[in-house]
């Protein structure tokens, strides 16, 4: 297994792995082209197959005077095809991305995850936040 970031050619199978409509393609690929900066993503490749992926956005808080570099991350959509899971492949995935943030300086980096995925996290270096808040529209 290669854990590599992707890049132009692989955005068909960004889109496979995300589930993304034909029709709905063009908008993908002009999206992922236009985030590329901020949305980084990372695949899993066995024998030149891309089996899974995930992405690591790439934000900033506001500067302070004692930290004028305030960038964090956030893991965004992991996702390993079916016939690939329970392999290690998304613990590749977010061991890449949590490289990428060690190489980046990032002040932190969170997930939003499922309930089914909270034990794969955690098993992966994250822990749970007491000052995480989160709001909701009704």
Do not use: C
Not at 42 to 70: Q, S, T
Request: charged residues 25%; without cysteine; aromatic residues 8%.
């Amino acid at each position: 297994m290669i854990v590599r970031k992707a890049g132009v050619a692989d955005v068909a199978a960004l889109a496979e792995l995300r589930g993304i409509e034909p029709e709905n393609f063009p908008a993908y690929a002009d999206w992922v082209a236009a985030h590329a900066e901020t949305h980084l993503p990372f695949v899993a490749e066995i024998d030149g197959y891309v089996v899974g992926v995930a992405w690591l956005l790439v934000a900033e808080r506001v500067p302070g005077n004692n930290a004028l570099d305030r960038r964090y991350g956030d893991v965004q959509a992991v996702e390993v095809r079916e016939a690939y899971r329970n392999r290690g492949i998304g613990g590749a995935l977010v061991a890449a991305i949590l490289d990428e943030a060690r190489t980046r300086n990032l002040l932190h980096v969170s997930v939003h995850s499922g309930r089914r995925a909270v034990d794969f996290y955690l098993r992966n270096g994250f822990s749970h936040h007491r000052q995480l808040l989160l709001w909701e529209p009704a």
